[in-house]
């Protein structure tokens, strides 16, 4: 060991590493931030009448060699706006240009409500005759499984066979009644029935009447059809069926799949047993012999 002094050389920066910069916001371009006439003017020439843009609110680099100028709108119908005027010049050019005006809002300005979907701005009675109504494919007041299917019970036996009640309709009354809707507005001959894609017959929101009058007549259950909450025969029919128009989800979500059924019991499920697909009329592997042509087409077509 010497007694000099040893030189601690620092240690080499790995290749490619670059020192760290903080990210400042571009400066207004001198030339483009001085042609407030030029922008005015530019200003002025869009709204046709030069009252309307007012004193100039300043400037703001929106990129390199582009700025923002912002006027006044002085107009009665755009209380609030500004005009903003786009000065960019390229690279070694002096000389600035316009490339766009446009009004933009500020505090106050009046603007358009916010867009709503049609699925949330129909309102009961809207569907007339002749209009179809589109149901999301999944629609949460709609279901394909058995097991939500509304099924007759004994209750509703014994009730409709008078148990409980003094007195229930006759023959006679069940006929008159019958007559009455189906005849009426609630039947096939009404004007919008006659213009519907399908019957209430095969409409998801159709609920069924228990006893005799539930072969024919059922109640609506759709809170956007002109109907709802009324009785109708199964041969009447509206534009808001539920299979008239499937439109995708209004609000699609991931739909939760669990692929272990261990914990359903038998009744839940229905297991369907599937044979194997049959072989396509083009034969799989070589060419069949004595066969003349071109190849066949894949995917088994001939």
Same mark, same amino acid.
């Given at each position: 060991?010497?007694?000099?002094?040893?030189?601690?050389?620092?240690?080499?920066?790995?290749?490619?590493?670059?020192?760290?910069?903080?990210?400042?916001?571009?400066?207004?371009?001198?030339?483009?931030?001085?042609?407030?006439?030029?922008?005015?003017?530019?200003a002025?020439?869009?709204?046709?009448?030069?009252?309307?843009?007012?004193e100039?609110?300043?400037?703001?680099?929106?990129?390199?060699?582009?700025?923002?100028?912002r006027?006044?709108?002085?107009?009665?119908?755009?209380?609030?706006w500004?005009?903003?005027?786009?000065?960019?010049?390229?690279?070694?050019?002096?000389?600035?240009?316009?490339?766009?005006?446009?009004?933009?809002? /500020?505090? @106050?300005a &009046? =603007?358009?409500? %916010?867009?709503?979907?049609?699925?949330?701005?129909? #309102?009961? *009675? !809207?569907? /007339?005759? @002749?209009? &179809? =109504?589109?149901? %999301?494919?999944?629609?949460?007041?709609?279901?394909l #499984?058995? *097991? !939500?299917?509304?099924?007759?019970?004994?209750?509703?036996?014994?009730?409709?066979?008078?148990?409980?009640?003094? #007195?229930?309709?006759?023959?006679?009354?069940?006929?008159?009644?019958?007559?009455?809707?189906?005849?009426?507005?609630?039947?096939?001959?009404?004007?919008?029935?006659?213009?519907a894609?399908?019957?209430?017959?095969?409409?998801?929101?159709?609920?069924?009447?228990?006893?005799?009058?539930?072969?024919?007549?059922?109640?609506?259950?759709?809170?956007?059809?002109?109907?709802?909450?009324?009785?109708?025969?199964?041969?009447?029919?509206?534009?808001?069926?539920?299979?008239?128009?499937?439109?995708?989800?209004?609000?699609?979500?991931?739909?939760?799949?669990?692929?272990?059924?261990?914990?359903?019991?038998?009744?839940?499920?229905?297991?369907?047993?599937?044979?194997?697909?049959?072989?396509?009329?083009?034969?799989?592997?070589?060419?069949?012999?004595?066969?003349?042509?071109?190849?066949?087409?894949?995917?088994?077509?001939?």
């Amino acid at each position: 060991m010497t007694g000099a002094a040893e030189a601690v050389t620092p240690p080499a920066r790995p290749r490619g590493a670059r020192t760290s910069r903080v990210a400042r916001e571009p400066a207004p371009d001198a030339v483009c931030a001085a042609a407030v006439d030029l922008a005015r003017a530019a200003a002025e020439e869009e709204a046709d009448v030069p009252g309307h843009v007012g004193e100039h609110l300043g400037v703001e680099a929106e990129a390199e060699r582009l700025v923002l100028h912002r006027f006044a709108c002085l107009s009665p119908a755009y209380v609030g706006w500004t005009w903003t005027v786009a000065v960019a010049r390229a690279s070694r050019i002096r000389k600035p240009t316009v490339n766009d005006v446009v009004l933009t809002p /500020g505090a @106050g300005a &009046l =603007l358009a409500p %916010a867009w709503v979907p049609w699925s949330e701005r129909l #309102r009961p *009675g !809207d569907v /007339g005759v @002749g209009d &179809l =109504l589109p149901t %999301a494919v999944d629609d949460p007041r709609l279901t394909l #499984r058995a *097991g !939500d299917a509304l099924e007759f019970d004994d209750a509703d036996v014994w009730m409709e066979l008078g148990l409980g009640r003094p #007195r229930i309709l006759s023959l006679t009354g069940r006929e008159d009644t019958a007559q009455r809707w189906y005849g009426g507005d609630a039947g096939p001959d009404a004007s919008i029935a006659k213009v519907a894609p399908a019957s209430c017959l095969t409409c998801g929101f159709h609920v069924r009447l228990v006893g005799v009058l539930g072969r024919v007549f059922g109640v609506c259950a759709n809170e956007l059809a002109p109907d709802d909450g009324r009785v109708t025969s199964v041969d009447h029919g509206c534009g808001a069926h539920s299979e008239a128009l499937v439109a995708p989800s209004a609000h699609p979500e991931p739909v939760p799949f669990d692929e272990d059924p261990s914990d359903l019991v038998p009744t839940d499920i229905e297991l369907v047993g599937v044979a194997a697909h049959p072989p396509g009329s083009v034969p799989d592997g070589a060419e069949e012999p004595g066969r003349e042509g071109p190849d066949p087409e894949p995917y088994g077509h001939s």
